[in-house]
């Protein structure tokens, strides 16, 4: 199995709803990563995890709160967005025990989130 | 992570090789030269990756020059559905953290 999976595809919500974004990956990968991607530039970073563990943050703003619950799964959890926050949510996944020269990262297909 | 310069845009014949060029005239000994496509609404796709020999794979060719300062993407026989965004992105080895710049969004017409 090579998938990371999203779930959901779509999601519509207010400024002051709270919903949670799901990735998934059973490859046995220990690095797991989201990023924001708007409409027509490149994906940004947002956060990576290794281990489990919270390793980087791109300094994104507290409203976005992720949590990696085990070594397969990935949680973003959004509270008090705002309608510039819109955008295509990106998940993947890499591997962190093999050579150095290859980690490449398997992505899934997005969430595109509208905040009204 | 080395900064990298790609043209906006390029097209391309179907059947033709597709030839993408990066520009990464600061990268260190250290980085590597990964590439990466992201065809209409879904998510990103590793190509290939070279440190400073050329690689080949079934989906493309890499070639690095031998100063590494720049590299080329080749797709030896376009079809309609390399029709994406490519990716240059020069970066160390650590798995933690990969950023995309703006890409080449190549089009491959009939």
């Given at each position: 199995?090579?998938?990371?999976?999203?779930t959901?595809?779509?999601?519509?919500?207010?400024?002051?709803?709270?919903?949670?974004?799901?990735?998934?990956?059973?490859?046995?990968?220990?690095?797991?990563?989201?990023?924001?991607?708007?409409?027509?530039?490149p994906?940004?970073?947002?956060?990576?995890y290794?281990?489990?563990?919270?390793?980087?943050n791109?300094?994104?703003?507290s409203?976005?709160s992720?949590?990696?619950?085990?070594?397969?799964?990935?949680?973003?959890?959004?509270?008090?967005?705002?309608?510039e926050?819109?955008?295509?949510?990106?998940?993947?996944?890499?591997?962190?025990?093999?050579l150095?020269?290859?980690?490449?990262q398997?992505?899934?297909?997005?969430?595109?989130?509208?905040?009204? | 992570?080395?900064?990298?310069?790609?043209p906006?845009?390029?097209?391309?014949?179907?059947?033709?090789?597709?030839?993408?060029?990066?520009n990464?005239?600061?990268?260190?000994?250290?980085e590597?030269?990964?590439?990466?496509?992201?065809?209409?609404?879904?998510?990103?796709?590793?190509?290939?990756?070279?440190l400073k020999?050329?690689?080949?794979?079934?989906?493309?060719?890499l070639?690095?020059?031998?100063?590494?300062?720049?590299?080329?993407?080749?797709?030896?026989?376009?079809?309609?559905?390399?029709?994406?965004?490519?990716?240059?992105?020069?970066?160390?080895?650590?798995p933690?953290?990969?950023?995309?710049?703006?890409?080449?969004?190549?089009?491959?017409?009939?």
């Open positions: 199995d090579t998938e990371v999976t999203q959901p595809k779509h999601l519509v919500m207010g400024m002051t709803n709270k919903k949670s974004l799901k990735c998934e990956q059973h490859m046995g990968h220990r690095a797991m990563y989201w990023y924001k991607q708007k409409a027509k530039k994906p940004e970073l947002m956060f990576v290794s281990y489990e563990k919270l390793s980087i791109e300094s994104v703003p409203r976005f992720p949590e990696c619950p085990n070594s397969s799964l990935l949680n973003l959890h959004l509270h008090a967005l705002q309608p926050d819109s955008a295509l949510y990106l998940c993947a996944s890499s591997q962190l025990d093999r150095p020269s290859y980690n490449e398997f992505f899934g297909p997005g969430t595109r989130l509208t905040v009204l | 992570d080395a900064k990298t310069t790609q906006p845009s390029m097209d391309c014949a179907e059947g033709r090789a597709a030839n993408l060029p990066c990464h005239s600061t990268i260190s000994g250290n590597y030269v990964y590439w990466y496509r992201q065809i209409h609404s879904q998510g990103p796709q590793y190509i290939i990756h070279g020999n050329n690689e080949t794979n079934e989906m493309a060719s070639i690095i020059t031998e100063d590494r300062k720049s590299s080329t993407l080749i797709l030896p026989h376009a079809t309609l559905r390399d029709t994406a965004v490519y990716y240059c992105i020069v970066r160390v080895a650590t933690n953290d990969m950023r995309f710049g703006a890409g080449t969004r190549l089009t491959v017409k009939p």
